[in-house]
C-alpha cells in the first residue's frame, strides 16, 4: 500500500511532469505527497529563495492540497536517499533525463536507482490521467514476481498488465521446442500463483514467451504494446545489482521509451 510518495525535483520541466504522475498517484491511493529539492550550495541566499518560491508555485499549480515542500543540501543521490528513509517514502518519483542536467547527473539516477530501498518511478511521459497499461519483465526470481505485484497494486482495477518472459534456449539441454514447452508450463503456473495473491479489483493479468534476447524481446514488446509504464525487478538476471547497474535496466532509465518502475 502506498502512503508516502517523495518526488525529486530538479526545477527542470521533467520534474513538473514527474509532479503531476506523483500528485495523480497521491489522489489514486489517497497518500501523502512530499516534493523534495536538494539545494546547490553555491547559491546565494536570494537565489535560494528565488527556489522556493518556484517550488512553491509548482506545488500550488501541481500537488493535492495538503502536500508539503522539504528542502536539504548535500550531494544529490545521498541527499535524496537519505530523505527516502527519513521521511518514511513508500514510493519515490524522478522525472526522466536528469542523465542532461548537472546536478541530477546520469551517475547520480543510477546511484539512486541501485541504492533506493521502496519502488522508483521514472516519469518520462507528460500523462497525468491514470495508467491503464503496463509491460512487466518476468522471470523466476523473486524481485521479478515481487515488481509484478506492486506494479498490480500501483494500477487501478481497469488497468491491464502484460508478464513478458522472454527465453533463450540453451545448448546441451536438448531441443528448444523441448526447452520452450518447459519453460511455458513453468511461466503459466507462476502467473497463476502470482494472479492468486492479487486482491480482488486488481488490474487484468495476461503473459506471454519471447524467444531470443532479454533487451530485444522488450523492445518488441514494447513497440507492439505501447504501454505507459514497464515494470522491472531489481536483481532479476537482467534487472538491478546492489554493486552495479545492469545493462538493461541502465538502457531503458536512461533511454526510457516510457514510464519506468523499478522495484527491489
Known amino acids: ?29 489517497n497518500a501523502r505527497l512530499t516534493l523534495l529539492h536538494v539545494l546547490d550550495s553555491s547559491l546565494s541566499q536570494v537565489e535560494q529563495e528565488r527556489v ?10 501541481f500537488a493535492p492540497t495538503g502536500s508539503q515542500l522539504q528542502l536539504c543540501q548535500g550531494k544529490p543521490a545521498d541527499a535524496v536517499l537519505e530523505q527516502v528513509q527519513l521521511l518514511g517514502a513508500d514510493l519515490l518519483v524522478l522525472g526522466a533525463q536528469h542523465q542532461r542536467h548537472e546536478f541530477f547527473s546520469g551517475t547520480t539516477l543510477d546511484r539512486i536507482a541501485r ?33 509484478l505485484n506492486q506494479a498490480c497494486h500501483l494500477l487501478p482495477a481497469e488497468a491491464s498488465v502484460h508478464a513478458l518472459h522472454v527465453f ?29 495473491l492479487l486482491p480482488p479489483g486488481s488490474p487484468s493479468l495476461s503473459h506471454e514467451i519471447k524467444l531470443g534476447g532479454i533487451q530485444r524481446g522488450l523492445q518488441e514488446c514494447l513497440s507492439d504494446r505501447q504501454p505507459q509504464l514497464l515494470v522491472l525487478g531489481c536483481h532479476g538476471r537482467s534487472a ?22 523499478v522495484v527491489r
Do not use: W
Open 1 to 29: 500500500m502506498i502512503r508516502h510518495i517523495l518526488i525529486a525535483h530538479d526545477l527542470r520541466s521533467t520534474a513538473d511532469l514527474a509532479l503531476r504522475r506523483a500528485a495523480q498517484l497521491a489522489q489514486q491511493h
Open 52 to 61: 522556493q518560491q518556484s517550488l512553491d508555485n509548482s506545488l500550488t499549480q
Open 115 to 147: 541504492r533506493c530501498t521502496v519502488p522508483l518511478l521514472l516519469v518520462a511521459r507528460d500523462e497525468n490521467a491514470p495508467y491503464n497499461s503496463a509491460v512487466s519483465a518476468i522471470d523466476f526470481s523473486l524481485c521479478a514476481c515481487t515488481a
Open 168 to 196: 533463450e534456449p540453451q545448448k546441451g539441454l536438448g531441443h528448444s521446442d523441448a526447452q520452450l514447452l518447459t519453460q511455458r508450463a513453468l511461466i503459466d503456473q507462476l502467473i497463476h500463483d502470482e494472479t492468486q
Open 240 to 261: 538491478l545489482s546492489q554493486a552495479l547497474l545492469g545493462s538493461l535496466a541502465q538502457h531503458f532509465l536512461h533511454k526510457a521509451p516510457c514510464d519506468i518502475f
